[in-house]
């Protein structure tokens, strides 16, 4: 049931559908002030106009808080190094995005005074919970309203209806009427045709930050990308800050149609849903830093690296980011990384990232010893394989020889 008594509400804008109905619908059944909050994440084409059309559509204010390089830095680049991706694909890009908005959300609507804070996610997604899980860890007495638990709004075709009805200006039509998400680490798109796995994506109309893999240029495209502690630090030799990399590997990335993801994912609330994810720079990350790793890190080290990132992506996913496992797994992930250090040389082509060198100065490859010539004599003997396969294969051998009545 709706409560009248709130006299300022703090709203988590986009100035997407969701977002630009509930201004007015919170106006129509709280009677109360709309402080629009934007956490730019770098989606920046879509923050044009966005302070106007927040005024006119009924906010009282409207704050876009800077929040890029603290994204990249201390979401992205921290998950990367985790190597971390949900159900083996999904690059967690809204996942690692929402905490934040969250956080910063909270600040804007404790200075301000505000008595509830709203956001628009649906009940169906996973971003409710992303979202309420922040704001509780930083305000957990602030009451939370959430419209599409409790409008009567149906579906995003009565959405636009609502909005012609409030003459409220939209961006899309019923035929362009995707559910995006889009930031510096990925765009998401959900909703139509894609609603059916059977249907191949028209990427024509969809893809924003790439191009189709069948449409990329035919030509090869060299990037190297120099890594501290298992994060990037210099693009070709130049340094660059986190959100500057990133940048640089969507705009390379994109023109050569890297890191389109096709997916169908098992939500946190139950359902499967199927999304088409772009994330052109953050493809090219992952990949750098796993040939970086692959002569960086030992045996143990890395198989525990890559088990142990199936439940930090787990953890991030399902909206737990200020938990205190997630708090651990980073300081495992720091640990384990602090050696992998280099630089990773790659061929985009077509769709394709293609190592093309790699070199670090603490590598554990060693030529010598993985030469099939008599290098490395002092550290390997071909001898010392009879000792050893005779212990590997003990309890093999004892269980061969009693089924055999020996």
Known sequence: ????????????????????????????????????????????KELEGLEEKAIKTGASKIYIVDLVEEYVKDFVFP???????????????????RPL????????????????????CTGKGNDQIRFEMGIKHFAPDMPIIAPWRIWDIKSREEEIDYAEAHNIPLKISRETN???????????????????????????KILELSVSPMKAKGEVCDVEI??????????????????????????????????????????LVG??????????????????????????????????????????????????????????????GNEITKDVTGKVKLKLYKGNIIPAGVEADKSLYSEDLASFGDGAEDLFSHKDADGFINLYSLASLVEAKINKGV
């Open 1 to 44: 049931m709706k409560k009248t008594n709130y006299k300022k509400i703090a709203l988590a804008y986009s100035g997407g559908l969701d977002t630009s109905i509930i201004i007015p619908w919170l106006k129509e059944n709280y009677n109360c002030e709309v402080i629009a909050v934007v956490g730019n994440v770098g989606q920046e």
């Open 79 to 97: 998950t990367i190094k985790m190597g971390a991706k949900y159900e083996k694909n999904y690059l967690l890009g809204t996942a690692t995005a």
């Open 101 to 120: 908005i969250a956080k910063s959300l909270v600040e804007i609507a404790e200075k301000e005074n505000c008595d509830a804070i709203c956001h628009g």
């Open 178 to 204: 995707y559910s995006k998400d889009l930031n510096i680490m990925h765009l998401s798109h959900e909703g139509l045709d894609l609603e059916n796995p059977k249907n191949f994506p028209d990427y024509d």
């Open 226 to 267: 120099e890594f501290e502690a298992a994060e990037a630090k210099k693009i070709n030799g130049k340094e660059m800050t986190p959100a500057e990399i990133l940048n640089y590997l969507n705009k390379i990335g994109g023109e050569n149609g890297i890191g389109i993801d096709d997916i169908v994912e098992n939500r």
């Open 271 to 332: 359902m499967k849903s199927r999304g088409v994810y772009e994330n052109p720079g953050g493809a090219i990350l992952y990949k750098a830093l796993e040939i970086l790793e692959s002569i960086t890190l030992d045996k143990d080290s890395a198989h525990l690296k890559d088990y142990l990132s199936i439940k930090f992506a787990d953890l991030v996913y399902d909206g737990k980011w200020y938990s205190n496992s997630i708090k651990g797994l980073l300081a495992f």
